[in-house]
């Protein structure tokens, strides 16, 4: 659905021959890239291909080492620090910048408030707020304080303040990462806005069948280099990634082995409530893995807290092997053989300002003691082990996880549960926000873990995923599981019914 | 070295970068500095007798620092410290006092007195530990009220005047202070043998690396099976427990305790632990460091009463601006790293 306007009209902002190093490692090299009014153009690559430090670049968050920004047609230099947004070019942060504790009407004004002699016209600075968000079909209430907002309705308003300082160009870094399906669709319907209103857009995405949606045209990088850029109908999903891993992707999935129904059942849950969640059961069987789908908040992560021991439970019962098991800390749990990867990998997994070392031996530290001391030694050589088993990539031993790319602390963080040896592993969104690449490692590492004989509760908000994985999907729904889906039935039409209400229990 | 970036695998093993040597030798550097310094103004300055004055004054402060050291790692802070000091100072004058009719002035009393003042401070520490961790509030203020408490504390039990140690216990006593062992005096053995059992503990303990988690990212320690509330705890009650142990090592130097005993010792043995390299958000923390930086202090001091251009009595001001300028330059390595 390109507009026609779109695709004749000259760019607004362009970068010619954008090459960029930090220190000595370069990561962009001589890229060209531009968007028309009107347009959405996407941007593909795996991690570290070197797509945020273009977006960084095309916004004034970073300076090119060599080439230049043209903005309406005149090489121009961004001034640092979003200060381009006076200009009209303004930049939605992954993790949205906005103050939690403010109120969606100073949000939105923040910095350029309405006042007169320096007091501020509340009254007109609400009636504006609102408009601007009826204008934008947006549901919120400006006096809502931010931190109460949903992560969709904070990024709403990101756009309702990227829209108030009247933006010509709106760069969005991995605006569907955190959003379910719903909101997904809402936020594409405001983009249709905006560039019916002849806004630029332009967003990074790893999402390609979206990209395939919204994008006029698409953009690709590898490794820092500028692979292609297309009209977004001439590219297939094949194509994309082909293009983005320089290399055929065989087999994403690795084949499912038949699950065991004679297995032994190794988790039973019965009647689970906690906050959050009501009257979840459910049983695990040794080697399977179990998919849990549902939209974000539909209670999947509040299950795995509450069975872990991070999340009070009121009521229910929880066996493991048939003795009852109740952990009030994560420590019991891990004894117990089960380990709870988080999501959350820079809030919750890793120590990012530490090195791979010790983040990998955190939770397992007991195992690495001679008498009372440390044995740097036999961490090291852990580290090691898991370095080859893992493919974990780092420049160096001197490497802080935080310097990571998402894949490898992905990877590291699967290290680090995988050193407890648990018999059962949740895993939460195993893969977000990674490449492609790294995924089809990550999702082998799974199989083959659950062909060793380790069982597997796959929490995913990737449909694709849960359905190429699974033995077994059990849907959520409002803090209950309303479905479960075997074999044929493991659909993403059925998953999706299920998510919605259209179909299975009512919640 | 990043030519080796083209990210095939690499072997961990390799050395750190060399700037960041550098920076964790900053300390030792300025220690290096303030040795010319007062060399050059002084002749008695790099006496034995001098240097190991100056570090027997810096052990009391010290040993805080050490016990300051694992808490602020641990993203807290203990502003009670000095207060502490003196109120365990004060109650050891008082029991040694009130035991010497019975049991007399020999090791009996001043025993008993050294074991009370350590479980005192054990036991102040754990107060603080709990408020922070069960009672969830904010260390600074929760050592900010015990600052106020433990100081009200000791002028009360002195009656606003001073509390003086019986003459006789004094002399049982004195030896702890002013002794020798292998002619090293005993607050410097005492001092040494902390700092040694400490930066063990802190590089080579699950505790050191559990409090370093801690102050790194309370969440992921949380989610690594690390029991965040009791590591917090024990960094407070082991400063308590330290605070104690310099109380007992500080009584026998004056025999006397009041209202102005140990006042501002928070303040240096902070400024100890930041000079040292230790992040004031917590995440890292080297003991050696600590041990550095009391030294350096205490050569400020004794470089300014060694000359007669700047007032000793400035001697505060100098460590309150040392501690602000530390923490700029932490931030300014953070920022470039």
């Given at each position: 659905m390109p507009i026609e306007a779109g695709t004749q009209a000259p760019p607004v902002l362009a970068a010619n021959r954008i090459s960029k190093s930090f220190g000595e490692i370069p990561v962009l090299f001589s890229v060209d890239f531009d968007v028309r009014a009107g347009e959405v153009h996407a941007i593909i690559g795996e991690n570290g291909a070197g797509k945020s430090t273009l977006i960084k670049i095309l916004s004034g968050f970073e300076q090119p080492t060599s080439g230049t920004i043209a903005y309406d047609g005149r090489v121009v230099t961004l001034p640092p620090n979003g200060e381009a947004e006076a200009l009209g070019i303004v930049l939605i942060h992954q993790e949205f910048n906005l103050a939690e504790h403010l109120r969606v009407v100073d949000s939105i004004f923040l910095g350029r408030?309405?006042?007169?002699?320096?007091?501020?016209?509340?009254?007109?600075?609400?009636?504006?707020?609102?408009?601007?968000?009826?204008?934008?079909?947006?549901?919120?209430?400006?006096?809502?304080?931010?931190?109460?907002?949903?992560?969709?309705?904070?990024?709403?308003?990101?756009?309702?303040?990227?829209?108030?300082?009247?933006?010509?160009?709106?760069?969005?870094?991995?605006?569907?990462?955190?959003?379910?399906?719903?909101?997904?669709?809402?936020?594409?319907?405001?983009?249709?806005?905006?560039?019916?209103?002849?806004?630029?857009?332009?967003?990074?995405?790893?999402?390609?069948?979206?990209?395939?949606?919204?994008?006029?045209?698409?953009?690709?990088?590898?490794?820092?280099?500028?692979?292609?850029?297309?009209?977004?109908?001439?590219?297939?999903?094949?194509?994309?990634?082909?293009?983005?891993?320089?290399?055929?992707?065989?087999?994403?999935?690795?084949?499912?082995?038949?699950?065991?129904?004679?297995?032994?059942?190794?988790?039973?849950?019965?009647?689970?409530?906690?906050?959050?969640?009501?009257?979840?059961?459910?049983?695990?069987?040794?080697?399977?893995?179990?998919?849990?789908?549902?939209?974000?908040?539909?209670?999947?992560?509040?299950?795995?807290?509450?069975?872990?021991?991070?999340?009070?439970?009121?009521?229910?019962?929880?066996?493991?092997?048939?003795?009852?098991?109740?952990?009030a800390s994560v420590a019991q749990s891990l004894a117990a053989g089960i380990a709870y990867m988080t999501k959350d990998r820079k809030g919750k997994g890793l120590l990012t300002n530490m090195g791979l070392r010790p983040n990998l031996t955190l939770l397992t530290l007991r195992r690495h003691l001679r008498g009372v001391f440390l044995d740097t030694g036999s961490e090291t050589r852990a580290l090691e082990r898991a370095v080859r088993r893992f493919d974990i990539r780092a420049r160096d031993a001197s490497v802080r996880a935080g310097q990571l790319s998402g894949g490898n602390q992905q990877k590291l963080m699967l290290g680090k549960t995988m050193e407890s040896e648990p018999a059962i592993i949740i895993m939460d969104e195993p893969t977000r926000g990674i490449d492609v690449g790294t995924k089809q490692q990550i999702y082998h590492i799974i199989a083959a873990l659950a062909a060793e004989g380790k069982s597997i509760i796959l929490i995913s908000s990737e449909l694709q995923e849960v359905i190429g994985l699974s033995h077994r999907v059990l849907v959520m729904r409002f803090g209950r599981i309303v479905g479960e889906l075997v074999g044929d039935q493991i659909s993403e039409e059925q998953i999706v019914r299920h998510q919605m209400g259209i179909e299975g229990k009512a919640a | 070295m990043s030519t080796a970036a083209t990210e095939q695998q690499t072997p961990p093993p390799r050395p750190a970068r060399i700037r960041f040597r550098l920076g964790a030798l900053g300390p030792l550097l300025a220690l290096l500095l303030l040795m010319i310094l007062g060399a050059a103004l002084n002749g008695n300055f790099l006496t034995v007798a001098n240097m190991a004055n100056i570090v027997a004054r810096a052990s009391f402060i010290g040993i805080i620092a050490i016990g300051a050291t694992f808490v602020i790692t641990s993203g807290g802070i203990d502003l009670s410290v000095g207060s502490m000091a003196a109120f365990i100072a004060g109650m050891i004058i008082i029991i040694v006092n009130s035991l010497v009719p019975s049991l007399g002035a020999g090791w009996g009393s001043v025993g008993i007195g050294i074991a009370a003042g350590l479980v005192i401070g054990l036991i102040g520490g754990a107060a603080n530990g709990a408020l922070v961790t069960i009672g969830r509030i904010e260390p600074f203020i929760v050592t900010l009220g015990s600052l106020?408490?433990?100081?009200?504390?000791?002028?009360?039990?002195?009656?606003?005047?001073?509390?003086?140690?019986?003459?006789?216990?004094?002399?049982?006593?004195?030896?702890?202070?002013?002794?020798?062992?292998?002619?090293?005096?005993?607050?410097?053995?005492?001092?040494?043998?902390?700092?040694?059992?400490?930066?063990?503990?802190?590089?080579?303990?699950?505790?050191?690396?559990?409090?370093?988690?801690?102050?790194?990212?309370?969440?992921?320690?949380?989610?690594?099976?690390?029991?965040?509330?009791?590591?917090?705890?024990?960094?407070?009650?082991?400063?308590?427990?330290?605070?104690?142990?310099?109380?007992?090592?500080?009584?026998?130097?004056?025999?006397?305790?009041?209202?102005?005993?140990?006042?501002?010792?928070?303040?240096?043995?902070?400024?100890?632990?930041?000079?040292?390299?230790?992040?004031?958000?917590?995440?890292?923390?080297?003991?050696?460091?600590?041990?550095?930086?009391?030294?350096?202090?205490?050569?400020?001091?004794?470089?300014?009463?060694?000359q007669n251009l700047i007032s000793p009595y400035l001697n505060q001001a100098f460590q309150g601006a040392i501690i602000i300028i530390a923490v700029l330059l932490q931030r300014s390595r953070r920022t470039t790293a």
């Open positions: 408030e309405i006042a007169r002699g320096g007091i501020m016209d509340l009254g007109q600075m609400r009636e504006r707020a609102r408009e601007l968000l009826q204008t934008l079909h947006v549901d919120v209430d400006p006096n809502a304080r931010i931190d109460t907002l949903s992560v969709a309705d904070k990024q709403m308003v990101e756009i309702a303040k990227a829209i108030s300082r009247d933006a010509r160009v709106l760069i969005m870094d991995e605006p569907t990462a955190v959003l379910s399906l719903g909101e997904t669709e809402t936020l594409f319907e405001q983009i249709h806005r905006l560039t019916a209103r002849g806004v630029a857009i332009v967003f990074i995405s790893h999402k390609l069948d979206e990209v395939m949606r919204i994008a006029d045209r698409v953009t690709v990088l590898r490794d820092g280099q500028l692979i292609a850029t297309v009209e977004a109908r001439d590219l297939t999903p094949d194509s994309a990634a082909r293009m983005m891993v320089g290399r055929e992707l065989h087999n994403l999935y690795p084949p499912k082995h038949e699950p065991d129904v004679d297995a032994p059942r190794v988790l039973s849950v019965r009647h689970l409530s906690a906050p959050g969640i009501r009257d979840v059961s459910f049983d695990l069987r040794k080697g399977e893995i179990l998919g849990f789908a549902g939209l974000v908040g539909s209670g999947r992560t509040a299950v795995a807290e509450a069975i872990v021991g991070l999340r009070h439970r009121t009521s229910g019962e929880i066996e493991v092997n048939g003795r009852v098991a109740h952990f | 106020g408490i433990f100081r009200a504390l000791i002028t009360f039990l002195a009656n606003g005047g001073t509390l003086n140690l019986n003459f006789q216990a004094s002399d049982t006593y004195s030896p702890l202070y002013s002794g020798s062992l292998l002619w090293i005096p005993v607050p410097i053995v005492i001092f040494v043998l902390v700092a040694i059992v400490a930066e063990v503990a802190m590089r080579r303990t699950t505790f050191g690396r559990h409090i370093a988690a801690i102050g790194s990212n309370e969440q992921v320690a949380r989610y690594s099976a690390i029991k965040v509330d009791r590591v917090r705890l024990t960094t407070y009650a082991l400063q308590g427990l330290l605070v104690g142990l310099a109380a007992v090592l500080y009584v026998p130097k004056f025999g006397s305790a009041n209202s102005s005993t140990a006042v501002l010792w928070e303040l240096q043995a902070i400024a100890a632990v930041i000079i040292g390299g230790t992040t004031l958000r917590g995440g890292f923390g080297r003991i050696w460091g600590t041990v550095v930086g009391v030294i350096i202090l205490e050569l400020i001091g004794n470089i300014l009463n060694l």
